[in-house]
T-cell receptor, first 112, second 118 residues
Framework: KQEVTQIPAALSVPEGENLVLNCSFT??????LQWFRQDPGKGLTSLLL?????REQTSGRLNASLDKSSGRSTLYIAASQPGDSATYLC???????????FGQGTELSVKP | GAVVSQHPSRVICKSGTSVKIECRSL??????MFWYRQFPKQSLMLMAT?????????EQGVEKDKFLINHASLTLSTLTVTSAHPEDSSFYIC??????????????FGPGTRLTVL
C-alpha cells in the first residue's frame, strides 16, 4: 500500500531558526513529490515540485530534497519567520497525471 | 496564472438537502480535476478524479450516487452532495491540472468549501 507519512505532526520554533520538515513514502517508485502550504481554513498553495529524476528544488528560503532510495523527502526552511506558520503537506504521485497521496501534514508555528 | 476558484466558500444546510459545489479554472483549461475531502486535523483524501466529457473515477469507499460529479467543460467541474447528513460535514477542496502548459502533473488547488450539515 502506498502511504505517505510526515513527522513531526507539530513543530514550534523561535523566529530566525532554520528547520527541517520530514516526509517519508513507502513505495520508492515515485513519479514526483510536491510540498504544499495550507493556512487554517484555506486551500493549498504549491511550494515546490520535485520530479523523480531530481534531487532537490529551491525557491527563496525553501529547499526540498528527494531521496528515492530511502523513501524520504525533506523541506528545509531557512531563517524562519512568523509568516511561515502554517501546515505543510507533502504529497507523492506515482504516475503521470496521477492522483496525489498526501501525508498528514506538519503544523508549524514560528514564534516572534 | 493557474488560479482555481470554488463556490461557495462556506455552506450550511439541513440534513437531507443537496448541496452543489463549483470548481473553476480561471485562466487555463483543466482536462482533469480532482475532488478531495479533508476532516479536521486530517490530511486530504482523494474522492474522485474528473475528466472533461467523461464519467468520474471514484476512489474506493466513496459512494458515486451520493457524491455526483459533473465535468461539463474544460473550466468547470461540480460536486453535488446529495441527501447530505451531518457526517458529510467536511472541507471539500478541488484541484485542476493544466493540460496546456507547464508540468502536466502539477495540480493547482482551489480555496476549499466548508460544508456544515445540521
Amino acid at each position: 500500500k502506498q502511504e505517505v507519512t510526515q513527522i513531526p505532526a507539530a513543530l514550534s520554533v523561535p523566529e530566525g531558526e532554520n528547520l527541517v520538515l520530514n516526509c517519508s513514502f513507502t513505495d520508492s517508485a515515485i513519479y514526483n513529490l510536491q510540498w504544499f502550504r495550507q493556512d487554517p481554513g484555506k486551500g493549498l498553495t504549491s511550494l515546490l515540485l520535485i520530479q523523480s529524476s531530481q534531487r532537490e528544488q529551491t525557491s527563496g528560503r525553501l529547499n526540498a530534497s528527494l531521496d528515492k532510495s530511502s523513501g524520504r523527502s525533506t523541506l528545509y526552511i531557512a531563517a524562519s519567520q512568523p509568516g511561515d506558520s502554517a501546515t505543510y503537506l507533502c504529497a507523492a504521485s506515482y504516475n503521470q497525471g496521477g492522483k496525489l497521496i498526501f501525508g498528514q501534514g506538519t503544523e508549524l508555528s514560528v514564534k516572534p | 496564472g493557474a488560479v482555481v476558484s470554488q463556490h461557495p466558500s462556506r455552506v450550511i444546510c439541513k440534513s437531507g438537502t443537496s448541496v452543489k459545489i463549483e470548481c473553476r479554472s480561471l485562466d487555463f483549461q483543466a482536462t482533469t480535476m480532482f475532488w478531495y475531502r479533508q476532516f479536521p486535523k486530517q490530511s486530504l483524501m482523494l474522492m474522485a478524479t474528473s475528466n472533461e466529457g467523461s464519467k468520474a473515477t471514484y476512489e474506493q469507499g466513496v459512494e458515486k450516487d451520493k457524491f455526483l460529479i459533473n465535468h461539463a467543460s474544460l473550466t468547470l467541474s461540480t460536486l453535488t452532495v446529495t441527501s447530505a447528513h451531518p457526517e458529510d460535514s467536511s472541507f471539500y477542496i478541488c484541484s485542476a491540472q493544466d493540460g496546456g502548459r507547464g508540468d502536466p502533473n502539477e495540480q493547482f488547488f482551489g480555496p476549499g468549501t466548508r460544508l456544515t450539515v445540521l
